[in-house]
């Protein structure tokens, strides 16, 4: 019998326009805008729909992209599909735990808007780079890096994809390294800060202050956690975990190969883009995937998951 993952993206998947047919049609989508607004101070419905410069800013983009991805996520389940088990990249593990039945709506929406502000803030502009390593195996990598000082692996994206991060200069120095070692290439990216470094510590010890006001519940389903790669079942690990993920690695590919051995079929990546349904090909083609977007993306994929 087929097993149903949920996988939600993170930032840089984020689009104006982004959640506005489910806005406009479904009354639960717009209520939880319209509650999440009000909780966090943000007109969200004017942030995600409107052209404006504060979508892409670490701050606002992290509320907005969790409030479209549960406002989604709301009616799909409505719909009748429902996830065997759940897991996010990143910022989608806040969606992903709240999709487990870990925590509210409201309390991942009000998490990740403390979450922004202090990733945002953590580190002076232009101190840290992140930058994307195509081409090498994360050993390959890891044997440049851990013989470094200030970079290391951000994201496990998938076969042929990851991301270092750290010091600006270190990341540089990196990313030369890298491609004498035999990277096919090596990109900067144009992001605010080092996520997911060890310069963000001191960020992910304020959050665990934020996390500690959600009211934790027991999870449905298990989701599987960024830190480890592994399935969470009980919900005491989750503050912690969330409190690590701010500095630590991504390890996204490995998350999704332990999905598929626990024996999830189809993946439904549910968000603006295509991003993990990219990430899933490279990892393992056997697997279904399928994407939910748009509104008319829900009916459509029941019908190809139930076929």
Known sequence: MSKIAFIYPGQGAQRCGMGQDFFREEQSARRLYEQAGREVGLDLAALCFAENDRLDLTEYTQAAMVTTCLAMTEVIRARGLEPDVTAGLSLGEYCAVAAAGGMSDLDAIRAVRSRGILMQHA????????????????????????????????????????????????????????????????????????????????????????????KWSPLRIP?????????VQDIAETRGLLERQVASSVRWEQSVRRMIADGADIFVEIGPGQTLSGFLRKIDREVRCYNIEHLADVDTVLRSVRS
């Not at 994360?138 to 013989?147: K, L, N, Q, R």
């Not at 989701?223 to 399935?231: C, L």
């Open 223 to 231: 989701y599987v956690a960024n830190v480890t790669g592994e399935p």
């Open 123 to 214: 580190v002076p502009a232009g101190v840290g780079a992140m930058a994307a390593v195509l081409g090498l195996t994360g050993e390959e990598i890891e044997a440049v890096t851990d013989a470094m000082e200030g970079v290391s692996v951000a994201n496990y994206n998938c076969p042929g994809q990851i991301v270092i991060t750290g010091y600006t200069q270190a990341v540089e120095k990196a990313s030369e390294a890298l491609l004498a070692a035999g990277a096919r290439r090596v990109v900067p990216l144009n992001v605010s800060g080092p996520f997911h470094s060890p310069l963000l510590e001191e960020a992910g010890r304020r959050l665990g202050e934020v996390l500690d006001t959600v």
